[in-house]
C-alpha cells in the first residue's frame, strides 16, 4: 500500500503560482512513476504530467506544457507539482497517484491522494 497525501492548493488569481506537494508513504515510493491528475467541475478526471521512478523522464499533458513542471524527491517521498501562470480554466482538485510505469490514463494508477483545490480568479 502507498498512502498519498497533497498538500499546497489555495485560491490564486490568473497569472499566480502554486506548488502542489503530495507526500507518500508505505511502500517504496521510489519504485513508482509518480502522477498528477485534476477534475474540474462536471468534467472528467484528467491527466496533467507524471514522472518516471527515477524522475529522469516527464511527461505533461499538451494543455499544461510550458506552465507546468512536475519533480520528485525520493529521499523525501515527495513529488511536486509546480504551476505557473496559472488560468481560470486550471481551477479544478488535483489529484496525485502512483503507478508501475508511465501512464497518462488514471486506470493505470494503483494509488490516489485525497486531493488538493486549486481555484484561479480572473
Known amino acids: 500500500q502507498v498512502q498519498l497525501v497533497e498538500s499546497g492548493g489555495g485560491l490564486v488569481q490568473a497569472g499566480g503560482s502554486l506548488r502542489l506537494s503530495c507526500a507518500a508513504s508505505?511502500?517504496?515510493?521510489?519504485?513508482?512513476?509518480m502522477g498528477w491528475f485534476r477534475q474540474a467541475p462536471g468534467r472528467e478526471r484528467e491527466f496533467v504530467a507524471c514522472?518516471?521512478?527515477?524522475?529522469?523522464?516527464?511527461y505533461y499533458a499538451n494543455s499544461v506544457k510550458g506552465r507546468f513542471t512536475i519533480s520528485r524527491d525520493n529521499a523525501k517521498n515527495t513529488v511536486y507539482l509546480q504551476i505557473d501562470s496559472l488560468k481560470p480554466e486550471d481551477t479544478a482538485v488535483y489529484y496525485c497517484?502512483?503507478?508501475?510505469?508511465?501512464?497518462?490514463?488514471?486506470?493505470?494508477?494503483?494509488?490516489w491522494g485525497q486531493g488538493t483545490q486549486v481555484t484561479v480568479s480572473s
Open positions: 497517484a502512483a503507478a508501475p510505469s508511465s501512464s497518462s490514463v488514471s486506470k493505470d494508477y494503483n494509488y
Open positions: 508505505g511502500r517504496s515510493f521510489s519504485g513508482y512513476t
Open positions: 514522472i518516471t521512478a527515477s524522475g529522469l523522464y516527464t
